[in-house]
């Protein structure tokens, strides 16, 4: 797990709203964004592009968003990209009490060197890449680590396997493989056609004996 990093983003108040003006705002360097607060409107935000594409090569999941000498606490709802033109559409923030706990998915990778399964041929794999938990905003982990050296050809590793802070809870399924080392292809096409043949040579052997017992009956 990780070291946690206290990020903080400048915004600005958004007063034009439309299409127009949201494709304006891009031209200007700035992307479109809303905060969503429990029992207040909507605030429209714009931020400040570099600012954003230099944060997002982070983790995070809990922000500082400043707006003057304004502070809020937020996390990170969506982020809508154009992947064609390679830039951010729009970001939705939801504003965070610090004393209130949240769920989120929370990213999970392999660390700690290569599973000792690769270097006998087999192929590392990763099935799920975040984990939902539940805690207060300020116990959120930038993401999981886990340890995955010791996996064998056929070993997994499961949810419940990556080590979790004291006080966060789990709510992702703890029987979820997270990393996986399979078999080389080449053995698995041969464990495959070998399981076929013995199909064939079954009902082979299920034919004639069908057919020596229709000659006995004849």
Request: aromatic content about 6%; proline content about 4%; overall charge negative.
């Amino acid at each position: 797990m990780s070291s946690k990093t206290n990020y903080e983003l400048a915004v600005e108040s958004r007063g034009d709203l439309g299409t127009a003006a949201s494709r304006r705002a891009r031209k200007a360097g700035k992307i479109p964004a809303v905060m969503y607060s429990r029992g207040a409107e909507t605030a429209p935000l714009f931020v400040n592009a570099k600012e954003w594409e230099a944060l997002s090569r982070h983790d995070f999941n809990l922000l500082t968003l400043l707006e003057g000498k304004k502070k809020t606490a937020a996390v990170v709802k969506e982020v809508q990209r154009n992947y064609l033109k390679a830039y951010v559409v729009h970001i939705d923030f939801q504003e965070v009490k610090m004393d209130e706990k949240i769920t989120a998915s929370i990213p999970v990778r392999p660390g700690y060197g290569e599973a000792v399964g690769v270097s006998k041929g087999g192929n590392f794999e990763q099935a799920l890449y975040e984990i939902e938990i539940n805690c207060l905003p300020g116990d959120l982990p930038e993401h999981f680590e886990a340890d995955i050296t010791a996996l064998e050809i056929g070993d997994s590793l499961h949810v419940s396997e990556i080590a979790l802070p004291e006080n966060v809870e789990l709510i992702s399924d703890p029987k979820l493989i997270v990393f996986h080392v399979a078999k080389p292809v080449a053995e698995e096409v041969a464990e495959v056609e070998e399981t076929e043949e013995g199909a064939e040579g079954e009902g082979a052997e299920a034919a004639e004996s069908a057919e020596s017992s229709e000659e006995a009956a004849e």
